[in-house]
């Protein structure tokens, strides 16, 4: 039980587009989701924590409007990279979380290329 | 503030034992985890402690100190598989947040 995936795993896509990837909790109702962004040879980073049915909570740093959360139901969080350029090129991972679990489950990742 | 600190490379040799450090600061602590993580992969989950002690799974365990902030992953009868990245993570901060250590990459060598 516990899983989460991540769509598409990977994508290429050019400096100026917009890129949308889909967290989704398969066996479990998540209240809420979380999106993690890892540089090469980095650690994890917190994004932003997404709560069904109410705006994200962006940490420090993070641009609201550039990486759009929407979080509409409590198995699907989407995160949009905005007008992508190649220094958002990176490994993106959500992981979600429900009250009685002691832990985040996390999806497989994304690795975003912007060209 | 959240503040987490581990060694960020390690050697060790296959069959023998690792011990991984982890030193945190972390305001409304909830437990720590510990993760490994592979190149190109997600994380996946280790060990989880909230209380002060020792958890034994297998051949990992993880201890936590939470009066010194302190927590530790013992590998033991090491595997060339083993050879990876563990992340030390700590829990809490509100919000059900995880902050998580630089990763400590570990080679398991012959």
């Known amino acids: 039980g516990a899983v989460v995936s991540q769509h598409p795993s990977w994508v290429i896509c050019k400096s100026g587009t917009s890129v949308k990837i889909e967290c989704r909790s398969l066996?479990?109702?998540?209240?809420?989701m979380f999106w993690y962004r890892q540089f090469p040879k980095q650690s994890l980073m917190l994004m932003a924590t997404s709560n069904e049915g109410s705006k994200a909570t962006y940490e420090q740093g993070v641009e609201k409007d550039k990486f759009l959360i929407n979080h509409a139901s409590l198995t699907l969080s989407t995160l949009t990279v905005t007008s992508a350029h190649p220094e958002d090129s990176s490994f993106y991972i959500c992981?979600?979380?429900?009250?009685?679990?002691?832990?985040?489950?996390f999806g497989p990742g994304t690795r975003l290329t912007v060209l | 503030g959240q503040n987490i600190d581990q060694p960020t490379e390690m050697t060790a040799t296959e069959g023998a034992i690792v011990q991984i450090n982890c030193t945190y600061q972390t305001s409304g602590f909830n437990g720590l985890f510990w993760y490994q993580q592979h190149a190109g992969e997600a994380p996946t989950f280790l060990s989880y402690n909230v209380l002060d002690g020792l958890e034994e799974k297998g051949r990992f365990s993880s201890f936590l100190s939470r009066s010194k902030g302190y927590s530790y992953l013992l590998l033991k009868e090491l595997q060339m598989k083993d050879s990876a990245s563990y992340l030390c993570?700590?829990?809490?901060?509100?919000?059900?947040?995880?902050?998580f250590g630089t990763g400590t990459q570990l080679k398991v060598e012959l």
């Open positions: 993570a700590s829990w809490g901060g509100g919000g059900n947040k995880l902050t």
């Open positions: 992981s979600a979380y429900t009250s009685g679990f002691n832990e985040q489950f």
């Open positions: 066996d479990f109702q998540a209240t809420t």
